[in-house]
């Protein structure tokens, strides 16, 4: 993602009319810098990514972790109310993927 203040720091394209060796030199150097500085942001958003994707997986992992022990709840909670009505029900679960 391009930021606004490294969208306004490109130097002109095409580069200068004037060929002389100093605006050329001097053109190029202002190339580098702007490539040296995107690719710093780069990496600090790449960062950032990885850092984002970890917390997004682990938010995952937590959510099915306690989906299942709400579900065994339940399923207990059901077993116990049904073997209540119907004393030789010996299990009975919610499935998962229901």
Excluded: Y
């Amino acid at each position: 993602m391009w930021s606004a203040t490294a969208i306004t720091a490109l130097a002109p394209w095409p580069p200068p009319r004037d060929r002389s060796e100093l605006v050329q030199l001097k053109w190029r150097l202002t190339e580098v810098e702007n490539i040296l500085h995107l690719t710093a942001e780069k990496e600090a958003l790449g960062k950032q990514r990885a850092g984002a994707r970890e917390a997004l997986t682990a938010a995952q992992h937590e959510r099915e972790t306690r989906r299942k022990e709400r579900i065994q709840l339940w399923s207990q909670h059901f077993l116990a109310r049904l073997q209540a009505v119907v004393p030789g029900v010996e299990r009975a679960r919610i499935d998962l993927d229901a």
